[in-house]
């Protein structure tokens, strides 16, 4: 990151501020103390994060203004924020495009994006007295908070968190997913249970089924054979009976024209013997010879008729005889024939239906087996694959977890801090070596999750015993150490860092930000003004105030 211009209005003191750094180059601003030579630093946090070093706005009762132009990234961004009343406004540019977000907050997101949240910009870009030795007093858990943030850390922490959702997500799958494996192994075992009771001796449906149709033709054939005797048998009855009944008719029939003789002749007699007439006793005498004579022909009419109805009876009595003996020999024919019976077959079709009924029940008992024996399978299977997924989500946490490869990025990054801050110390020619230990060992022997900072060469081995010069030189070592591990190019500012410096560490933590300036864009605040002779090659700005009001003029 280089800036390429910082443009400041009504921001604390300076109702005007322009400047252009040299990049690369170094940048000595000079002045005394409340004159405003900080406030450029501010300024220039303030534009990118909202928040000054010290405080977290300027105060001021007209609008303020911050605009900073800067490369990164191998593009030019132009960031623009507004104060005014309680509101703010804030714009981003990129190669001359808008591409401020719909919000503020998404607006800010995209500057960090690009510059690092504002821990990270000042942990790497800037060193001033208020904020010297952040990283050497600060707590285990602040120390990793900022290493993790230089190193990108924060995306195990969003993995970590989406991978232990899965992982609960998974877990609910895979307890519902064993709830129902036991629910369908206990109704599988209730269902095998019940197809061994009725999966015992089942009687052949198919066999009995063919029994009972023989069965039921013999049957058939009984019933017609009865049925045909029967018949006849039936009906020479029937013929006897109306034999029987024509021969009882001609008989009444005979009896009564013999009846009717015998009441003429009775009458015939009396005729004879009174000479009277047989309807009204009067006596006769002319006439009684013809009333003989009429009665003799009318009993031989009758007598006629005695003698047809006599032969009618003879011959339907003999007809009637016939009849009878003709049903004696059909039943005695019908006795001889044997009596169809329908047992056997019923007996065999109730076997034949139970039969079908029970291996039905079978055959269905056994698809229930068979069908939940294959869902035991599919949640057995989908229990296995959600097992098998929890080990890798497990292996997955592990990875980016404390323990993982979080910890193996940290441990080798203590290793390139160490190295890069020994590196810086030696060119500021200070026989001190800085050792930074991601573990600690109390006495009882127990290694404890701690990043911990060791001074060989002063102080007997603790940063806090060391001089306030050695403390500065080694806060110096660690700024460029983390520097160095965040990757940073370009621009780094120091306020105030020679205060605690003799003229020897002065003059080589100097001559160490001159060589940094080959390579780096380097803004170096101090109010001492006999440091313009220790960086002849850089550019010198002096920050004056008149009536409250700062401005930078060059020197």
Partial sequence: MNITGTELRNFTSYKELNLVPDSPGLLLLVGGNGCGKSTVIEGICWALHGQMLRSKRPPSSATTTARLSFEAQGKHWLVERKRYSSKTELTLSQDGQDVTGQTPTDTQAKINAVVGDRDLFIATRIFSKDLMARFAVATDKERKAMLEALLGLSRFDVALERCRAELAKLRGSLSKAETRLQERQSMLARQQALLLQVEGPVEDHEFLEAEHKVALAEYQAEQDAWSDVEQKHRDAYTAWVKADKAAS??????????????????KLARVKANKSCPTCLREMDGALSLIAQYEAAELAAIQKAIDAADLKAMDTADDAMVA?????????????????????????????HRARQEALEVGRRKAEVNDTIREVQVVETEAVALRDDEKVLLAAERVLGLRGARTLLLGRALGRLEDAANAALQKLDLPIQIGVSGTTELKSKKEVDAISITVTGAGAGDYDMGSAGERARVDVGLLMGLSALAGTTGFIAFDEVFDALDTEGASKVAEYLGELSKDRQVLVVSHHQDLRAQFPRGRVMEAVKVNDVSRLEQR
């Fill in 249 to 266: 008719l001609a008989k009444v029939e005979l009896e009564a024209e013999m009846s009717k003789a015998s009441q003429l002749k009775a």
């Fill in 324 to 352: 009878e003996r003709a049903s004696e020999a059909t039943a005695a024919a019908r006795a001889g024939v044997k009596q169809p019976d329908r047992a056997r077959a019923d007996a065999l079709k109730e076997r034949w």
